[in-house]
């Protein structure tokens, strides 16, 4: 046990497990940024396709690559269709439709919830209890989602659209089924085959737009179709990759901590990059859902033995 440990945690400092923690940082929050890029040129449908699309066959060449393939069963076939369904394809969409209307910052933070709703999830469906400080780390987050869906005015003179509040909502609930859903599958089979079904299957859901892709791709600047193609390949092929050899070698919790730099990232690249301000509440708020979202994180000290005095006198 000892020895599993010490193993845990040297590895958790290797160079390599650093460096694929960062780029899956970057490489989130940088999809941000390039939705919002390309929002005008393509729709929320239409980019979720065309992304799914390049990350489906770059990682079928990073599956092929590997060698390894391992057949699902009946319930994980069920599990995979409800994962690749709601967080390839609907998180997708309705990710990239609150991105018309909001800016990158403010849709990361609200779909920085995300965690906790897969915290409320495990703790309700698979029994792992609800603590008392994921119920206050809750109210929190909701509190802060409630002021950016106040908010009205922005430095820049915009306006905050309940609507995309309210789509970024979905998105962090359509993650967390996903991330749910994905867990029992992980623990036999292989993470790149398990994100190339995924995201192969949230493909195949978003075929109703192809459409609407082949009209809007048509029109699309080269600038637009490199930003799908980036979508595809960096944030959803290497970034689900890079996370999954991380997830290996670092305890879940801890690493999962690490999304929560993912807000802060995307809201200063969207300032530096696309010059947008978030309305005041509209960070108020973001800081909020952090804040509930650490809040949610903290567990009740363990009892101190007492010395001398009673056992009723330790403190809480």
């Known amino acids: 046990m000892s020895q599993t440990t010490t193993t845990a945690r040297s590895t958790r400092l290797a160079p390599s497990v650093l460096a ?35 990350g489906t066959l770059a990682l079928g060449v990073l599956l092929v690559v590997q060698r390894s393939w391992l057949r699902p069963t009946r319930r994980e076939w069920g599990l995979l269709l409800l994962y690749g369904v709601a967080w390839f394809g609907a ?13 990158a910052g403010t849709t990361a933070m609200i779909v920085g919830i995300g965690p906790i709703l897969i915290a409320l999830g495990a703790g309700v469906m698979l029994g792992e209890g609800v603590p008392r400080w994921l119920i206050i780390g809750t109210a929190v987050a909701f509190a802060g989602v409630v002021l950016i869906g106040l908010s009205t005015s922005v430095f820049g003179g915009g306006r905050v659209d309940l609507a995309g509040v309210l789509w970024a909502l979905a998105s962090a609930v359509t993650y967390a089924i996903g991330v749910l859903a994905q867990k029992p599958i992980v623990r036999r089979i292989p993470s790149v085959q398990v994100t190339f079904l995924g995201c192969a299957i949230g493909m195949l859901a978003c075929l109703p737009f192809a459409g609407q892709l082949a009209v809007q791709a048509a029109t699309a600047s080269p600038l637009g179709w490199v930003g799908m193609a980036y979508l595809g390949v960096v944030p959803t092929a290497l970034a689900f990759t890079t996370w999954g050899y991380a997830l290996a070698r670092v305890p879940a919790g801890q ?14 690249a969207g300032w530096l990059v696309l010059g947008e301000v978030p309305a005041l509440l509209a960070v108020l708020g973001g800081v909020l859902c952090l ?12 009892p101190r033995r007492a010395s001398g005095t009673a056992s009723g006198d330790v403190p809480e």
């Open 20 to 54: 694929a923690i960062g780029f899956t940082i970057l490489a989130w929050a940088s999809a941000f940024i390039v939705i919002r890029g390309v929002a005008p040129e393509i729709g929320g449908g239409a980019l979720a396709l065309g992304r799914l699309v390049v």
């Open 91 to 103: 998180y997708n969409v309705t990710l990239n439709i609150a991105e018309h209307t909001l800016d």
């Open 255 to 268: 690493l999962g901590i690490s999304t929560y730099v993912v807000p802060p990232l995307a809201l200063l």
């Open 291 to 302: 804040t509930g979202v650490g809040l949610s994180r903290r567990r009740p000290a363990p």
